[in-house]
């Protein structure tokens, strides 16, 4: 590796060490905290590894944002090492340090390291995977195929996106005639039936559930599908996600490398080797798939993650040195950009999806719970708020069932709404697009169905640089009725209108809700006024 490449990856390296210290915690890393918190065989819009992971790195370090962070990036580090244990499979050590400097440049690292997701250790498992079936096959030592399938069970125990290792490994299987003849013996499925096996705890909660979880992740999203509403935003939205997350250059040469393996050979003939067969059965199934979904449904960025694990061994076969130091540079620069927005915060982000004011919305709820003596708080934004207060209060905060809407895994952790009945509430109200510091015009419609009387405080707003740049509606909601549709684990009825359903299916995506920033005159960053002050 030339030196200055080496310098540059280390100035990466080093700015994603910094930001676990220094970056506050994203809604994804609260609100895994919160499955943490809740331990279960699995979750409503995942599987249990992310809880696994983080319920050990706090456990060890506390509860705290840079714990939760930690343990991501060093599950990214292991994950690292075995993308080159796994380059070492198809080039010699040199092209292999070429491959991993190549994946450690990528904004995708910084996100797995950065921000818990169920990726981080879907990823890692994943690629072990690869290792263990490359072994299984090109090797032909049997114990392989049981430690496949118990990796790829791992795999599936983080994200369903598992399901592409079995389809990857029987299309290898069967397009390369050298190794068809292994699908006619035992093996390959007996690590299917492991994987299956060792998926038991999400098959056990989902049977438990109603296959609540697989119907969330499965098939109420096909049906948005197959209405066949053709977006071409989402298309341009996905190649844009994809550059980001990749950096162009290496984007660019993952396309080449496309190019190249299948431009025609031999009398016309597409002729590619069983190596470059089996990182294509691990790439093309995700990066095609999601590609042609793109059209009609939302793609969101981390989704096509796995394919790249091999398909940036495959890009790295053609990357000369100089496009990787050309990458590198790109990089640098953008994570330069990177820290400089964590730190100074010189670009407010019109979205939930921030690591910014979570704190300071927790000191002054909890100011105002005691102000006006509430019983408890909650919020209706599908997770976020609730899941960042939690990870900050010593109470409990409620989610949006309290008003009758499906509020993720906050609906099956067996919360009794009733013990609620009669007693007043703090609600807030996030508002990542405001124009303006004034209260809203009137009071949420939803709210007058589960309480006496509601009052409207003054917003909560939180200031960087002098400037405002969150803003919360707080209600002060008196006398809960939980209702007659409370049913025997005390949710209150779930509201299925339209509305509530996009809501649901755009969640995690900022650019729903980012609008264009507006100009404000500066106002001191000073103590809550309560409103018993301003009269």
Same mark, same amino acid.
């Given at each position: 590796m030339p030196p200055q490449v080496f310098y540059m990856l280390a100035g990466i390296l080093l700015i994603r060490l910094i930001a676990i210290f220094i970056m506050g915690p994203m809604p994804q890393d609260a609100y895994y905290f919160f499955y943490a918190s809740h331990p279960s065989l699995s979750y409503f819009d995942h599987p249990p590894a992310i809880a696994w992971l983080i319920r050990i790195s706090t456990g060890v370090l506390g509860t705290n944002p840079m714990a939760i962070k930690f343990g991501d990036s060093l599950l990214t580090a292991f994950t690292s090492l075995a993308v080159y244990r796994l380059s070492l499979r198809f080039y010699p050590v040199f092209q292999s340090i070429k491959v991993i400097v190549i994946f450690?440049?990528?904004?995708?690292?910084?996100?797995?390291?950065? #921000?818990?997701?169920?990726?981080?250790?879907?990823?890692?498992?994943?690629?072990?995977?690869?290792?263990?079936?490359?072994?299984?096959?090109?090797?032909?030592?049997?114990?392989?195929? #049981?430690?496949?399938?118990?990796?790829?069970?791992?795999?599936?125990?983080?994200k369903y996106t598992a399901v592409f290792l079995p389809v990857g490994m029987m299309l290898f299987l069967l397009i390369s005639p050298s190794m068809r003849k292994k699908l006619f013996t035992i093996w390959p499925w007996l690590a299917i039936l492991i994987m299956i096996l060792v998926s038991s705890p999400v098959i056990i909660w989902n049977f438990g559930n109603g296959f609540a979880s697989f119907a969330f992740q499965g098939s109420k999203r096909m049906d948005s599908v197959a209405q066949l509403q053709f977006h071409p935003r989402f298309i341009f939205g996905l190649l844009g996600h994809q550059l980001a997350l990749l950096i162009p250059v290496?984007?660019?040469?993952?396309?080449?490398?496309?190019?190249?393996?299948?431009?025609?050979k031999e009398r016309g003939r597409i002729v590619f080797s069983d190596k470059n067969a089996f990182l294509l059965a691990f790439f093309l199934p995700i990066f095609l798939g999601f590609l042609m979904l793109s059209p009609f449904y939302w793609i969101k960025i981390n989704w096509m993650m796995p394919a790249y694990i091999s398909g940036i061994i495959l890009a790295s076969g053609i990357m000369e040195n100089r496009w990787v130091r050309i990458?590198?540079?790109?990089?640098?620069?953008?994570?330069a950009g990177l820290l400089c927005e964590i730190v100074f915060y010189p670009f407010p982000v019109r979205s939930d999806d921030t690591w910014v004011g979570w704190k300071e919305l927790n000191e002054k709820t909890q100011m105002l719970k005691k102000q006006y003596k509430?019983?408890?708080?909650?919020?209706?934004?599908?997770?976020?708020?609730?899941?960042?207060?939690?990870?900050?209060? /010593?109470?409990?905060? *409620?989610?949006?069932?309290?008003i009758g809407e499906h509020a993720l895994h906050f609906s099956y952790i067996g919360t009794d709404l009733s013990v609620l009945n009669g007693k007043c509430a703090i609600f807030l109200d996030s508002q990542p697009g405001f124009t303006d510091l004034d209260k809203a015009s009137d009071n949420p419609l939803t709210l007058e169905n589960?309480?006496?009387?509601?009052?409207?405080?003054? /917003? #909560?707003?939180?200031?960087?640089?002098?400037?405002?740049? !969150?803003?919360?509606?707080? *209600?002060?909601?008196?006398?809960? !009725?939980?209702?007659?549709?409370?049913?025997?684990?005390g949710k209150g009825p779930f509201r299925h209108d339209e509305k509530h359903t996009e809501k649901l299916r755009v969640e995690n995506y900022p650019s729903a809700t980012i609008s264009t920033p507006q100009t404000f005159t500066a106002i001191p960053d000073t103590t809550l006024a309560l409103e018993n002050n301003q009269r």
């Open positions: 450690l440049s990528t904004l995708m690292v910084s996100i797995l390291s950065l #921000i818990s997701t169920p990726d981080t250790p879907l990823l890692f498992f994943w690629t072990l995977s690869l290792c263990k079936i490359h072994d299984a096959v090109f090797k032909d030592r049997k114990i392989n195929w #049981i430690y496949a399938g118990i990796l790829m069970g791992l795999a599936f125990d983080s290496l984007f660019v040469f993952l396309f080449r490398s496309f190019f190249l393996i299948f431009r025609p990458q590198t540079i790109i990089s640098l620069v953008i994570h509430a019983d408890f708080i909650f919020s209706a934004d599908s997770y976020k708020t609730s899941a960042e207060l939690n990870l900050y209060s /010593p109470l409990f905060v *409620y989610g949006q069932n309290v589960y309480f006496s009387s509601i009052r409207q405080l003054s /917003p #909560i707003v939180i200031y960087r640089n002098a400037k405002p740049v !969150r803003k919360f509606l707080v *209600y002060l909601c008196h006398l809960y !009725r939980p209702g007659k549709e409370l049913n025997a684990e």
